[in-house]
Structure formats: C-alpha cells, structure tokens
T-cell receptor
Framework: EADIYQTPRYLVIGTGKKITLECSQTMGHDKMYWYQQDPGMELHLIHYSYGVNSTEKGDLSSESTVSRIRTEHFPLTLESARPSHTSQYLC??????????????FGEGSRLTVL | QKEVEQNSGPLSVPEGAIASLNCTYSDRGSQSFFWYRQYSGKSPELIMSIYSNGDKEDGRFTAQLNKASQYVSLLIRDSQPSDSATYLCALGAGGGNKLTFGTGTQLKVEL
C-alpha cells in the first residue's frame, strides 16, 4: 500500500484566492510529481522533482509553483486561483532507479473547484 | 499525433471473457511501459509493467510488447465486474523518470 497523502481532498474556493495543495510521502522516495487530470482526459505532468531543492516544470504549462525543501514534502501553490484552474491534481512519487522508469505511487488526489 | 494513443471505449465484455486493451505510441525511444487501472473518482494504480518485447503474465493479466510495431497491449482473462475501470497506458523514456499517459480505455464487464 502506497504511503502518499494529499490534502485537502476537496476544495471549493473563490477566484483570486491563494491555495496550497499538500503532498507528503513516507516512503523516502527521491522523485515526486504533480499531475493534472480533467474528467475523461489524460494525466498531464505539470511539475516534478528529483530531490531536495530540485524542481522542474512538466509538459503542461501551469501557473502553479512547487517547492521541495524536504524529501517527504512537495506542496503545490496557486497564488491567485481562477476558474480555469478547476481540475483534479494528483501527486505521485517513485524510487530512484538506474535506467528504466520506476513505478509511480499516486496519492488520492485533490479536487479543486474555483468559482 | 498524440504520443500515446488508446481507444477511449467503452469496451464492453461479458463476465468471464477475455478483455483486450491496446495502446500505440510514437516515441521509439520509449523503454518502459506500464498499465495503470483507475476506478472512477480514484487515483491510478499500477497493475503491470513491461520492459522487453514479448509477453509478461501476472495472474489474470498479460502485457504484450512489440517495440518494432510500437504497440503494447493488456489482456485480462476471466474478466470480472470488479475489473470495470479505465485502463491507462503509460510510457517512460530510457533513463528518464517521467511518464507519458494515454487518455485511457474504459472497460465495462457485464454480468
């Protein structure tokens, strides 16, 4: 069973608010990721990190930012939420492996609705 | 052309039948291939990984990889209603740790 936790699970907020989606894992994984998924659509990578103080933007442009100050923690922040940010945000982690990509463990997701 | 192509379905099969899910990809540099299962409203969970050409079996699941033809498939034998979910195909490039996902195929196993 994966030990990766996301809070809040559901969030409804008004336009212009600052929000932070929390993600923590207790598996000691170096690599962490944020994916965005709309209903019936594919997962899009928006941010990833290969270790402390390492963050990169993913394939899908996002106005959100991330930080990685501790191995286990990878929060995502939106400074000013807009209705276009309404989506499901999935956090994942994986072990460092040489060569092939390892298995991703996903959190339960944070469903964000911006009114 | 999308990097990972899957038929969105729904694919309907009767209980006990074999469900066949297919995925084609465009990046010949892909070296890691995964099938994830995602129940409605839930997160994806890994059910199979395959790295070399041929078949890999795990219980009722068999993954098949053909790099020359750039496709990977998932067979589910003795399909159960609990198998009803969306199945996501995902690829990783060699040495990298980012996965590219397809849109998924919705499978419905009917009684």
């Amino acid at each position: 069973e994966a030990d990766i936790y996301q809070t809040p699970r559901y969030l409804v907020i008004g336009t212009g608010k600052k929000i932070t989606l929390e993600c923590s894992q207790t598996m000691g994984h170096d690599k962490m990721y944020w994916y965005q998924q709309d209903p019936g659509m594919e997962l899009h990578l928006i941010h990833y990190s290969y270790g402390v103080n390492s963050t990169e933007k993913g394939d899908l442009s996002s106005e959100s930012t991330v930080s990685r100050i501790r191995t286990e923690h990878f929060p995502l922040t939106l400074e000013s939420a807009r209705p276009s940010h309404t989506s499901q945000y999935l956090c994942a982690s994986s072990e460092s492996t040489r060569g092939n990509t390892g298995e991703l463990f996903f959190g339960e997701g944070s469903r964000l609705t911006v009114l | 052309q999308k990097e990972v192509e899957q038929n969105s379905g729904p694919l309907s099969v009767p209980e006990g039948a074999i469900a066949s899910l297919n995925c084609t990809y465009s990046d010949r540099g892909s070296q890691s291939f995964f099938w994830y299962r995602q129940y409605s409203g839930k997160s994806p969970e890994l059910i199979m990984s395959i790295y070399s050409n041929g078949d890999k079996e795990d219980g009722r699941f068999t993954a098949q990889l053909n790099k020359a033809s750039q496709y990977v498939s998932l067979l589910i034998r003795d399909s159960q209603p609990s198998d009803s979910a969306t199945y996501l195909c995902a690829l990783g490039a060699g040495g990298g740790n980012k996965l590219t996902f397809g849109t998924g195929t919705q499978l419905k196993v009917e009684l």
